[in-house]
Nanobody, 120 residues
């Protein structure tokens, strides 16, 4: 099993910054990728950014140039640096971990979510 603990959310004014962290623990032997999703009220959960174990990154178009994802593989931690935050970035941010099984398929695990509110 895999456990994910997110931290770093909170209330910030427009234009401010936050850094989210997600610590993964458990059986991470076949870790494939870690990432962040978000879900705003009455909207579907959407990809924010994801990073694979070889360092490849993918960002949603809406956050390119604004957010930066990084990972410390030794600490099994993924970070999301969020700059120039806007009210539309308000959402619950979820950490996601993807593991490859021995048969080539993938298992995903989700964190409990951390609230990010951008408001003056």
């Amino acid at each position: 099993q895999v456990q994910l603990v997110e931290s770093g959310g909170g209330l910030v004014q427009p234009g401010g910054s936050l850094r989210l962290s997600c610590l993964a623990s458990g059986n991470l032997l076949r870790l494939n990728a870690m990432g962040w999703y978000r879900q705003a009220p009455e909207k579907q959960r959407e990809l924010v950014a994801i990073i694979t174990t070889d360092g490849s990154t993918t960002y949603a178009d809406s956050v390119k140039g604004q957010f930066t994802i990084s990972a410390d593989n030794a600490k099994n931690t993924v970070y999301l640096q969020m700059n120039s935050l806007k009210p539309e970035d308000t959402a619950v941010y979820y950490c996601k971990v993807v593991l490859r099984t021995r048969w080539g398929s993938f298992n995903t695990y989700w964190g409990q979510g951390t609230q990010v509110t951008v408001s003056s």
